[in-house]
């Protein structure tokens, strides 16, 4: 079990930035493909975006396909998710997570963190 921490999120208004963190201690976490979901109130846990360990390949879930983007830094074990033209239905708790596969969107290996709360008011 690796235990991540994300951060960055906030209150933002429609059509603004953020960009979100997350980081681990540990080589497990930087040797791993690690994913950004979300869940918003009353709905389920929703996949948005994953990046492997080594050559950094992407995938990105339909919500934010084209408004986000994912990036990691392996000298400072961050993977950070850029979210960009932000809506309100994007408001949700963010949630990074080690995952198997980026294909496998239920492919997560840890228990969640506490995630990291994004508003967006309109």
């Known amino acids: 079990q690796v235990q991540v921490v994300e951060s960055g999120g906030g209150l933002v208004q429609a059509g603004g930035s953020l960009r979100l963190s997350c980081t681990a201690s540990?080589?497990?976490?930087?040797?791993?493909?690690v994913g950004w979901f979300r869940q918003a109130p009353g709905k389920e846990r929703e996949f948005v975006a994953a990046?492997?360990?080594?050559?950094?390949?992407?995938w990105y879930g339909d919500s934010m396909r084209d408004r986000s983007s994912i990036s990691r830094d392996s000298d400072q074990n961050t993977v950070d998710l850029q979210l960009h033209r932000l809506k309100p239905e994007d408001t949700a708790v963010y949630y990074c997570?080690?995952?198997?596969?980026?294909?496998?969107?239920?492919?997560?290996?840890?228990?969640w963190g506490q995630g990291t709360q994004v508003t967006v008011s309109s």
């Open positions: 540990g080589p497990a976490f930087g040797s791993s493909s």
């Open positions: 990046i492997t360990a080594i050559k950094k390949k992407t």
């Open positions: 997570n080690r995952m198997t596969s980026i294909y496998s969107t239920e492919s997560y290996l840890d228990e």
